[in-house]
C-alpha cells in the first residue's frame, strides 16, 4: 500500500508496480467485504510504509505507456469506503523513523492531506506509527494478544473562511518610492511543527536583514518591502492574497528574494545574464566578507516559463505574474564530531516535530552570514539607477525544446503555426503517447528556474533517448526510444516553412520522421528540401562542443501561454494534420 511514488530524472515508476498496489488495494476491499463484522469497532493496520503522504493522497504518476496517471486520491477511497461501511474505527501504517544518519529514508512527516469539500469531509482518522511501535502492535495482534493505543485525534474543521495575517514592514524609497524589492518568508508551519526550520530559518535572516539596513541608516531609492507570509503551508495563501490585494503591483516590483529552506549560509547567487554586470558590483563586498563562504556569481542564461498554479513556495506567486525572483546558492555543512564535516538534514525536520528552534542554534553563523548578505543584496538592487531588465528571464508565449546533447544545454522555441505538422510529429518523438497531458506544468530540464528554494534530493539519471549521428553542416540526431517507436511513422510530407529560412546558425528542422538537425552554419540549400520547425534561442555559443556519438541525454517540451498548451499532438489531432497534408 505504499505510496508507487512519482516519476524522478524522467523516469517513471514501472507500470507492475503500479498493478502490484492497485491488486492488493483490491483484494483488501474483497477482504472487508466479506467479512464487515471482523473489522466493525476496530482499527486497522494496512501494510506498506508511509513515505508522509495521507491514505487517500493525492499525488499522481504517469506511466512509461502514456496512459492516464495513477492517482492515489481514486485508488485508496473505495478501501477506506469499505472500512466505513465495515465500522472500522481507523487505519495505522508503519513509517521510517528521522534520523539525521538516516536522510535517505522517508522520515515520519506529514506531506499530503485535504478535504475535499464541506460535504465530503474525512471521518476515518489515518494513523502513521513509528516502524518498531508498529511491529510490536503488529506481532500482538497476530497473537491475538489486546492492544490498547492512546491518540490525540484532532479532528475539528470549521466552516471557512479563516481569516490570515501578512506581516509587512516597508523602508520607503527616496527616489523611486513606487518600485519595490520583495524580501518574503513564511511564518506559518505545517500542522504539528513549529516551524523552527520551515521557515524560521528562512525570515528570520530576512527580517534581520531589514534591521540591519534600517540601523545602517541607509536610504534606499527604490522601497525594501519585508514579508512575512502566512498560510504558505495551506497553499501560498499569504503571498497570493498580498498580490491580489495590489493589483497591478507585479509590473513595480523589480525582483523579489524568497527563503524557504534549511538554515544555510548563502554562497553565491545564480542569475539571468543580464543582470551579471549590475550584480558585479552588487556582489563586489561579498567576496570576502567571510572566507569560509566566498560568493560567487554564477549565470543562467536560459529563460524559464512562468509557472501557471502555485508551486513550492511563496516565490513561485510572485513568478505566475512575471516577476523576476533570485536563486541563491547556499551550503548548510558545518564542523561535526571528530573533525567530519555535518550537513543538515532537511528531511530530519521538513514537517515533522523535529521542527525546533534547537535545530537552528548550531548553524547561527550561517544565519548571520544570510542576513548580511540578503541585506547588500537587497540595498544593492534597491539603488540601482534603472531597475534590472526582464526581457530573458521568463518565456514569452510559445512552444519551447529544452535539449540535452551531450553536456550541452541548447533551448530552442518551435513554430508549431507555420509548421504544425513537423512540429507536431517533433513533440510526439520526444513525449510519446504521453503528449499534451504535461501541458502547461512542466519546467525546463537543467538548472532550475530561478528563486526557488532548491532541490531537496537527487535523482537517477533517464536512460538517453537518441545520439548526434554527425556534423555534416549540421548537428544531425535521430531520436530511438519507447517513447517514440510508439508514435512512429514511415514518411512525413515534406512542405517547406516559409516563415524560417536557413539563414543564420542555429536553425531546428525535421530531416526524417524520427531525425532532426540543428544548423552550425548558413544552409540555403535546405531551404528547399527540409522542414524548418524552430530556432535556437539559448546555447547557441555550445553547438561547437557538440561531437559526433554524443548522446541526446532529454529532450524537454516546454508549453507557455493558452496557445502553445491548446496545441494537441495526440493520435487524433496528428492523424487530421497528416490527412490535410497528404
Known amino acids: 500500500f505504499s505510496i508507487a511514488g512519482r516519476a524522478t530524472g524522467g523516469v517513471p515508476v514501472p507500470k507492475e508496480n503500479v498493478e502490484k498496489k492497485r491488486a492488493a488495494v483490491q483484494a483488501a476491499i474483497g477482504e472487508v467485504n466479506a467479512n464487515k463484522a471482523a473489522f466493525k469497532g476496530k482499527w486497522v493496520l494496512i501494510p506498506g510504509a508511509s513515505s508522509g503522504f495521507a491514505r487517500d493522497g493525492r499525488r499522481g504518476t504517469r506511466l512509461p505507456d502514456g496512459s492516464p496517471e495513477y492517482l492515489d486520491a481514486e485508488m485508496m477511497p473505495p478501501l477506506t469506503k469499505a472500512l466505513v461501511d465495515a465500522g472500522a474505527l481507523g487505519t495505522i501504517q508503519s513509517s521510517r523513523p528521522p534520523s539525521p544518519a538516516q536522510d535517505h529514508q522517508a522520515p515520519l512527516s506529514m506531506l499530503d492531506g485535504h478535504a475535499a469539500s464541506w460535504d465530503k469531509l474525512p471521518v476515518l482518522p489515518d494513523i502513521k506509527l513509528l516502524d518498531t511501535q508498529y511491529d510490536e502492535i503488529k506481532a500482538m495482534a497476530e497473537k491475538n494478544q489486546p492492544v490498547e493505543l492512546e491518540f490525540d485525534i484532532r479532528n475539528w474543521f470549521k466552516m471557512g473562511p479563516i481569516k490570515y495575517h501578512n506581516v509587512v514592514a516597508t523602508l520607503r524609497g527616496t527616489t523611486y518610492p513606487d518600485e519595490y524589492i520583495v524580501i518574503g518568508g513564511h511564518f506559518d508551519a505545517f500542522s504539528a511543527a513549529t516551524g523552527g526550520v520551515d521557515d524560521g530559518s528562512g525570515f528570520a535572516p530576512g527580517m534581520e536583514a531589514a534591521r540591519l539596513i534600517k540601523a545602517a541608516g541607509a536610504r534606499p531609492k527604490r522601497s525594501i518591502v519585508m514579508v512575512l507570509f502566512a498560510a504558505e503551508e495551506s497553499g501560498l495563501l499569504g503571498s497570493q492574497g498580498w498580490l491580489k490585494k495590489r493589483p497591478g503591483i507585479e509590473s513595480k516590483v523589480v525582483m523579489m528574494i524568497n527563503r524557504d529552506g534549511s538554515p544555510s549560509a548563502i554562497t553565491g547567487a545564480n542569475v539571468p545574464g543580464d543582470w551579471s554586470a549590475d550584480f558585479e558590483k552588487i556582489a563586489a563586498p561579498l567576496a570576502n566578507l567571510n572566507p569560509k563562504w566566498p560568493f560567487k556569481l554564477a549565470q543562467n542564461n536560459y529563460p524559464s516559463p512562468r509557472p501557471v498554479t502555485p508551486g513550492g513556495s511563496d516565490h513561485s506567486s510572485f513568478q505566475m505574474l512575471g516577476v523576476p525572483t533570485l536563486s541563491f546558492t547556499t551550503t548548510s555543512v558545518r564542523p561535526g ?202 546555447g547557441l555559443g555550445l553547438l561547437k562542443d557538440v561531437k559526433a556519438g554524443d548522446e541526446i541525454r532529454s529532450i524537454r517540451i516546454v508549453r507557455v501561454g493558452p496557445a502553445a498548451r491548446d496545441f494537441k499532438t495526440d493520435d487524433a489531432a496528428f492523424g487530421t494534420m497528416l490527412t490535410q497534408k497528404k
Open 337 to 538: 564530531p571528530e573533525g567530519k564535516d555535518f550537513n543538515f538534514q532537511y528531511a530530519y525536520v521538513w514537517h515533522t516535530l523535529n521542527d525546533l528552534y534547537s535545530e537552528l542554534v548550531p548553524f547561527t553563523e550561517h544565519q548571520q552570514h544570510s542576513a548580511l548578505v540578503t541585506a547588500v543584496v537587497a540595498y544593492g538592487v534597491a539603488n540601482l539607477d534603472k531597475p534590472l531588465p526582464r526581457a530573458n528571464v521568463y518565456l514569452p508565449d510559445g512552444l519551447y525544446a529544452d535539449m540535452m546533447i551531450g553536456t550541452n544545454r541548447v533551448m530552442a522555441s518551435l513554430d508549431f503555426v507555420n509548421a504544425p505538422l513537423h512540429t507536431a510529429n517533433f513533440v510526439r518523438i520526444v513525449e510519446g503517447k504521453a503528449a499534451q497531458a504535461a501541458a502547461g506544468r512542466g519546467g525546463p530540464a537543467g538548472p532550475a528556474a530561478p528563486g526557488g528554494p532548491g532541490g531537496r534530493g537527487g535523482a537517477p539519471a533517464a536512460p538517453p533517448i537518441g545520439k548526434v549521428l554527425d556534423l555534416k553542416g549540421a548537428i544531425n540526431g535521430a531520436i530511438v526510444s519507447d517513447a517514440q517507436k510508439a508514435v512512429a511513422v514511415k514518411s512525413l510530407p515534406k512542405r517547406p516553412n516559409p516563415a524560417l529560412k536557413h539563414d543564420i546558425v542555429g536553425i531546428v528542422g525535421m530531416s526524417a520522421p524520427n531525425a532532426f538537425y540543428i544548423t552550425t552554419q548558413k544552409q540555403a540549400s535546405f531551404d528547399k528540401k527540409k522542414v524548418a520547425i524552430g530556432k535556437v534561442i539559448a
